[in-house]
């Protein structure tokens, strides 16, 4: 079973991927001495109008700085498929190589053909390619997008499921896991999301049923109602024997974080609750609750009126 | 299937068993308007030397204050069984009758002996009684032990299982409850804890078992790293048509309890997640993360020092 942090890709939505540079050393240096096998460092980016910090654009001197730092782990980075065409792959990919091993597609299922050939075409130029399917609680039984799946067969490294919205429970990833491996050979991942808070449990229904690699962030800063905490994994791994664990490193790196989190207070409450229940998209819910200036009740209110598809006031 | 919040009897743990007298107003009136079953109100305990407040020892003009304030939900009121001999019952369960309706008793099954002779004494006297067995994720597969559960056809109201260390997995929870239910014709019920992040994930296992009851507290406060959060699983339920959920009013209470959430900050991080990963107790745990003076570094140590015997330095 692997474990790829993507705290500086994830959590980058609450600090508009910029992270200060003692604490960007502290995060590689702690993870050289503990047992998860990629780090995603950020996303490539094309140019935007609005402000982006330097883990959402990953220019080649950061790529320089950060291939200092972290000397044994492998390097992903992510692309969000929607914004990428092919003709600018080789701007996009360029300096990448050799030291970034996996490139991460975010795909929408409905544009899986079009991820599909940016797949290959980035396969082609020599990096490991792996599909964060997003939005997979609404496929689960949909036979005619599983089906598509065995075209990643021999091109992906890995197909992660993404649960979106935070709302499925672990009897629901174990049949999602169980219907995708009837189609697709590649190793299958998870991204979980932590509106219920059951991002270790549908992590452990996922791994159950033959889940090989789990998307993990430091103390689960991501977006919306954050991720499956990585020191949580770890520390249960450790307690099963399954790994071993330098408690030091891992209490430290926490404690380095932990400003961070006292800034934004990531993590789940109860507008994430209500949208991760009824499936609904966590940007909005993360604008209004990160404002701290609707309460509780005025978000569920809007939340309410985006389910039964009224227009918010 | 019932819910139970005992908010103010487990949360009591955070504010030494005070809670503001506005505070507990919105929360009667609060729950008046929610789909829980039982308000658990607090311990009813015997003079002790150390101050504690009055949900500790629920005297009889707070008994009163309370029936004014709750008029549609059963209340419950729980006893430390080590702490409660049966010459010593008259005393304790003076003027309780007819207003609370369930006494539960919090049992280390190795005195299961004398907690049956004290749940016959308290049957006798008119109510209806519960046991909260604690520790049960040690004693899952000890038949031994779980033969004695039968005694308990015919006096217990509900038989909860109390995963004391919050280190129990949802396959864990499911085949316990399935072997209690051998033994035990009577409603089982489960009182998880959030260590792991585990308490929602295991009640929803708990229930898929067949257990009829769950023990829920506001945002989860209660001892050490907390309980499934009443809002969760209330907000889950929702989702599900399962019950009808005023929103205004849950949030309400949320918000109100907000100002307690940022001065204790209860809830789960490294060392409770080591301590229920290796199923130590949270009693220590509690201390040293509250007082806020120990690095996560220290208290893990001083916990991996339990774990294999050694004194702490």
Known sequence: ????????RDGGYYTNWDFDGELVQKYFSSFEKLPVDYLEIGYRSLPEKEYRGRFYYLPN?????????????????MLNEKSV????????????????????????PKNFDSALLLGEA???????????????SKYANDE??????????????????????????????????HNVKSYCREAIGFHP?????????NSLAAIDAGCEIVDTTVMGMGRGAGNLRTELLLTYMA????????FNVLASLIEAWMPLYRKYEWGTNLPY??????SLPQKDVMEWVSQRFYSYNCIIQALHNQKSGEADN
């Not at 999301?193 to 449990?201: D, G, T």
């Open 85 to 108: 065409q092919p003709k600018n792959l080789d701007k996009i990919l360029d300096g990448l190589a050799p030291v970034i091993s996996l490139i991460r597609l975010a795909v929408d």
């Open 193 to 201: 999301h932590n509106n219920m808070e059951l991002a270790f449990a």
């Open 239 to 246: 307690s099963k024997n399954k790994l071993e664990l330098d």
């Open 61 to 77: 001197f950061v790529i320089d700085e950060i291939t200092q730092l972290s000397k044994n782990k492998l390097l992903a980075i």
């Open 273 to 278: 609750m209500f949208s991760g229940g009824n």
């Open 1 to 8: 079973m692997k474990v790829l942090d993507c705290t500086l």
């Open 144 to 177: 005619s997008f599983l089906g598509k799946l065995s075209s990643l067969n021999g091109l992906a490294s890995y197909v992660n499921m993404v649960d979106s919205y935070g709302g499925m429970v672990p009897e629901q990833v174990k049949i999602l896991i």
């Open 122 to 136: 980035i396969r082609k130029r020599g990096f490991d390619v792996a599909f964060n399917l997003m939005y997979m």
